[in-house]
């Protein structure tokens, strides 16, 4: 057996040995700030939107003494109405999203008869505006260009060919056939 067979299972070692020791040295030099190698590694994960968004601006609109079909219009089918509490609707709404704690809101809506009673809502309700950021995610938006075309620029394209007129359309017939055959 050749000098070389023999070193190849030693050469494996070593090199399984160095990366585990790499990444060691990777993970520790993280203190919990986050290294942009580690997070580089980890899986992407899709931000996961559970439930009924339920806004400031869709609570500010409810008022006591609005019907079920009104509330619902406002605020969306409810994700809990339960058989033993039919006068009681309850919003859930998770959002999970790599890197972050879970957000959790709940709204529930108590009814009397057919009619809204009261609510209780979330004090960290966020608005429309802010729930929409959120899902856009840490990316800075990215720039917009100006659409502008200045009349220098507009020299580069050939003038439009003149259209010709447009031919008449020819009469509509006085009588349109029937439709269904007659009746014999």
Not at 8 to 14: E, N, Y
Not at 24 to 51: D, H
Not at 66 to 77: A, H
Not at 139 to 164: G, I, M, R, Y
Request: hydrophobic content about 40%.
């Amino acid at each position: 057996m050749s000098d070389f067979h023999r070193d190849v299972p030693r050469l494996g070692l070593v090199l399984a040995i160095s990366v585990a020791c790499v990444t060691l040295a990777a993970c520790s030099s993280t203190n919990g700030t986050g290294n942009r190698l580690t997070e580089a590694l980890k899986p992407y994960r899709v931000s996961v939107v559970q439930g009924n968004v339920v806004t400031r601006e869709q609570v500010a609109v409810l008022r006591p003494g609005m019907s079920r079909i009104q509330v619902r219009d406002i605020l969306g089918t409810p994700l809990l109405a339960s058989v033993f509490h039919a006068d009681r609707w309850d919003y859930v709404f998770t959002f999970r999203r790599q890197g972050s704690e879970p957000l959790s809101r709940r709204v529930t809506v108590f009814f009397k008869g057919d009619l809204l009673d009261r609510f209780e809502a979330d004090d960290t309700l966020p608005s429309e505006a802010e729930f929409a950021a959120s899902l856009e995610g840490n990316s800075a938006p990215a720039k917009v260009p100006v659409l502008e075309a200045t009349p220098e620029s507009l020299q580069k394209f050939p003038a439009p060919a003149k259209a010709a007129e447009p031919k008449p359309l020819p009469p509509l017939p006085a009588s349109y056939p029937p439709l269904e055959p007659a009746a014999r």
